[in-house]
């Protein structure tokens, strides 16, 4: 079986984003399948070494083949194609050939231009990892309001027969991310739990989070309502560090009010000097006691059940996470190693519990890791709702 996988490694050459992206890559040959990945965002590519963006690719481009290097294991095969259209790691002809007789094209937060000649797989799947602004842009074109780019990028989505999203209570009463007209299966994000192996640090003093503070250029609106990002939930939790012993520590990215969360009892450090690199990345998250965070507003606020990709990797390490609920709480069993909270008491209590049994914390977090994100599992079961 042959899978084409999409990303955003070249794109967006973040250790974080690397991470996610490749479980995908990683958990599909895990299970022993063929696969390609492949990158086409039909649009310049960020370098954060001048946080610009550019025509030229070629950092993307060797950042990625980098991450692609798993020592002992033979990388898969790639391409990224560059805004002049041409094609760095294999021809265009090639690329056009595995995705023709592909079993499944997985197209990853929708990050790949579906042009015609990717459209050729047994399965073409749009994987929605954004719940909430992809039906934003959806439930606009149906009320005749999107702009020309929105209305565009709706039909590209609609382009793909399989749709999965992030979003696991969108089948829930009440969820309030709306379907639009289209079959939603849940999924959730993989991880590969050889990359993040059980690391107890018991002289670690403070619950980490990795975090972009404001990243929304338009937030998605829908039913009359607009949804906001991070800074709308994390500002109703600021005075939490006044509320418990436990050192809390953010890497940020973005503008953030930072003399404001220092003044409030809060570590802030760089986002990118510990997600430059998936090394940097994993090395930041494993040194943590813990992680304590919010999710977007648009995630909460709809109780939509997404789950972060980055508490995953925290419980994969044996790391306590202490996380605001989106409506996950149903779906995954929370009080040991994996507590939700809706208000600052939930936080504070959360803390104080995993801090009077850590090490029984810590264990239950990894246990929790390999039942519910496990890559060959996650991904036989979406092998499974696509048809496959």
């Not at 898969?76 to 499944?104: F, M, N, Q, S």
């Not at 560090?241 to 760089?270: F, H, K, M, N, Y």
């Amino acid at each position: 079986m042959t899978i084409v996988v999409t990303g955003m490694v070249a794109t967006y050459p973040l250790g974080g984003v690397a991470v996610d992206y490749l479980a995908y890559v990683t958990g599909f040959q895990s299970l022993g399948l063929d696969v390609f990945y492949l990158e086409d965002p039909g649009h310049w590519f960020y370098d954060p070494r001048g946080h610009t963006f550019t025509d030229d690719a070629s950092y993307g481009v060797a950042y990625l083949a980098a991450a692609l290097a798993r020592p002992g294991n033979p990388p898969p095969r790639w391409a990224v194609r560059g805004p002049d259209g041409t094609y760095h790691g294999t021809d265009a002809a090639t690329v056009e050939r595995i995705c023709a007789h592909a079993d499944l094209f997985l197209n990853v937060s929708g990050s790949c231009w579906l042009r015609p000649h990717y459209r050729g797989a047994r399965r073409t799947a749009y994987l929605d990892t954004d719940p909430g602004y992809s039906q934003a842009k959806l439930a606009a074109v149906a009320a005749g309001t999107a702009s020309e780019d929105a209305a565009y990028s709706v039909g590209l989505i609609r382009a793909h027969d399989t749709f999965f999203t992030l979003a696991e209570s969108i089948q829930d009463p009440d969820c309030r991310v709306p379907a639009c007209g289209l079959q939603w299966r849940p999924t959730r994000q993989p991880v590969v739990l050889e990359d993040w192996p059980f690391t107890f640090t018991p002289a670690a003093s403070a619950f980490t989070t990795v975090m972009s503070w404001k990243t929304d250029v338009t937030p998605p609106s829908f039913d009359g309502v607009a949804y906001g990002g991070k800074d709308v939930e994390f500002l109703k939790f600021v005075d939490l560090p006044a509320r418990t012993p436990v050192a809390l520590e953010i890497a940020v990215s973005g503008a953030a009010p930072q003399q404001r969360l220092r003044d409030a009892g809060w570590r802030v450090v760089d986002g990118y000097a510990h997600s430059h690199s998936p090394a940097a990345y994993r090395d930041y998250l494993r040194a943590a006691r813990g992680e304590w965070s919010i999710a977007k507003n648009a995630y909460v606020a709809t109780r939509s059940g997404w789950f972060s990709t980055r508490t995953a990797a925290y419980l994969a390490c044996g790391k306590p996470t202490v996380v605001q609920d989106t409506g996950f709480s149903r779906r995954y069993p929370t009080g040991a190693g994996l507590f939700a909270f809706t208000t600052l008491e939930d936080a504070v209590d959360a803390l104080d519990r995993i801090s009077s049994d850590y090490l029984r914390h810590c264990d239950a977090a990894r246990a929790l890791a390999e039942r519910e994100f496990a890559a060959p599992h996650v991904l036989a079961r979406l092998l499974r709702d696509a048809g496959l």
